[in-house]
């Protein structure tokens, strides 16, 4: 199982964070990577956690001001990126130029979709995985596994229906352990998960929890 917390722009030492992570890591069969804001790549990729950007732009090298250009971000020990969240929305044609310029920077791919729907097309575009996320639910403590299970059962089986190969995360409400399990029992390879972490008293211990 692969566990991504996205730090988006909330408080929590992205340090502290990427440190328990490194850990977890180590200390478990589950692949634990931290997206922290841009800034914070380098030292959370010093902790030697998993390293993840929120989001790369599809700009070649060039005339772009305030575009993450995906080469910058590798450069700073990112390994991979999201794509088109949900609080960072694309254009298909962005998303397409996005995946490109991962690809030439070595960064693994997840774009994100509201809907199976939006799943089969954005796996269409080649990605390494994609990640169902209902939006409503973002942020509510009530997992996507829980509120809506055919959700995730459909963008499996719609993901897979275009490509065999690819991984399939969910997120949105995930917090606990249980939700973890309950998202792979739907046929999810990973999740995605972030204020659970990120607005927890001690996040983490609350991702130590997570994971254990
Ligand atoms: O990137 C993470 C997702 O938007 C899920 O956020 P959440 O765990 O706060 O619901």
Not at 166 to 190: N, Q
Request: charged residues 20%; hydrophobic residues 45%; aromatic residues 2%.
């Amino acid at each position: 199982m692969f566990v991504l917390v996205n730090l988006k722009a909330y408080d929590a030492d992205p340090v502290e964070v990427a440190s328990a992570a490194a850990d977890v890591d180590a200390e478990s069969d589950t692949d634990v990577a931290i997206a922290p804001q841009t800034a914070d790549l380098a030292a959370v990729a010093d902790t030697g956690a998993e390293t993840w950007a929120q989001h790369t732009s599809p700009v070649e090298s060039g005339s772009h001001t305030g575009q993450p250009l995906a080469e910058g971000l590798a450069r700073n020990g990112a390994v991979g990126t999201l794509i088109n969240h949900s609080e960072r929305r694309l254009s298909l044609a962005d998303i397409d130029g996005a995946i490109a310029a991962a690809e030439r920077a070595g960064l693994e791919t997840v774009v994100c979709a509201n809907n199976p729907h939006q799943i089969a097309a954005v796996a269409a575009l080649g990605p390494d995985a994609v990640a169902i996320e209902p939006p409503e639910l973002i942020g509510t403590g009530t997992p996507v596994s829980q509120a809506d299970p055919a959700i995730v059962r459909d963008a499996v089986e719609a993901a897979e229906s275009v490509d065999p190969d690819i991984d399939v995360y969910c997120g949105a409400g995930i917090s606990t352990a249980a939700d973890v399990e309950a998202a792979a029992d739907l046929g999810a390879d990973g999740v995605l998960l972030a204020s659970g972490v990120a607005k927890a008293d001690d996040p983490a211990t609350a991702l130590q929890e997570l994971i254990q």
